[in-house]
């Protein structure tokens, strides 16, 4: 399998629940991003990574906690989440992280927290 | 704050016509790239311009990035239904920035 693979393609989840999305890249790419997509809005960035290391948070909450265990792998875990959370959530990756590079997306993750 | 305009917001048009979308900012960014998203999938890189004045022409779509660096305009001549989906542009700002600046995109709607 090749590019970028997002799991689960679809999540519902109450306000209460903990739950994790995950990205896979297989491209050999050293910089792995998440992105939020809210209808009316453009992507907004989340979290970067560089060689597993977190380079960019953008002022997210709390209740989003990105892991990055290996160049290849990024999670990001959900708890206390609330109904405005409701978006795409789009997981991409570069080759080294310069903003000029084209970005691989994954096909996201569709989330609705009632 | 770097924002990027674009215009129009939806495009509903019938197959074999031509359009224009824009993209347009106050900001001078350093490159600007041109994604398309379908349906249930994220968005996949078209173009990237780097130059002022710039052309790049793929098949049927003919990007321009403006003299000034500031904005940025896709051209599709003949639409085809499969030109349907969501065209974002995205500046990249000056080095040591991780961020790129997306736009909110324009739908485009092709019909047969």
């Known amino acids: 399998e090749t590019g970028v693979t997002q799991t689960p393609r679809h999540l519902v989840m109450g306000m209460t629940n903990k739950k994790s999305l995950k990205c896979e890249q297989h491209?050999?790419?050293?910089?792995m991003y998440w992105y939020k997509q809210s209808a009316k809005k453009p992507l907004e960035l989340m979290f970067v990574?560089?060689?597993?290391?977190?380079?960019e948070n953008n002022s997210v909450p709390s209740r989003f906690s990105p892991e990055c265990p290996n160049s290849s792998h990024l999670f990001l875990h959900l708890h206390t989440l609330q109904p405005e959370d409701s978006a795409l959530y789009l997981c991409?990756?570069?080759?080294?992280?310069?903003?000029?590079?084209?970005?691989?997306f994954g096909s996201g993750t569709q989330l609705s927290v009632l | 704050t770097q924002l990027l305009e674009q215009s129009p917001q939806f495009l509903s048009i019938q197959e074999g016509e031509n359009l224009t979308v824009y993209c347009n900012s106050s900001?001078?960014?350093?490159?600007l790239q041109w994604y398309r998203q379908e349906p249930g999938e994220g968005p996949v890189l078209l173009v990237t311009?780097?130059?002022?004045?710039e052309v790049k022409k793929l098949k049927r779509l003919t990007f321009q990035f403006g003299d000034a660096r500031k904005d940025s305009s896709l051209h599709i001549t003949a639409a085809q239904t499969g030109d349907t989906g969501l065209y974002l542009c995205?500046?990249?700002?000056?080095?040591?920035?991780?961020?790129?600046?997306f736009g909110k995109g324009t739908k485009l709607s092709v019909i047969p």
């Open positions: 990574y560089s060689l597993e290391e977190r380079v």
């Open positions: 491209l050999g790419h050293n910089a």
């Open positions: 311009v780097v130059t002022g004045g």
């Open positions: 995205a500046g990249a700002g000056g080095a040591g920035s991780y961020q790129l600046t």
């Open positions: 991409a990756s570069s080759r080294t992280g310069s903003t000029n590079e084209k970005l691989f």
């Open positions: 900001s001078v960014f350093s490159s």
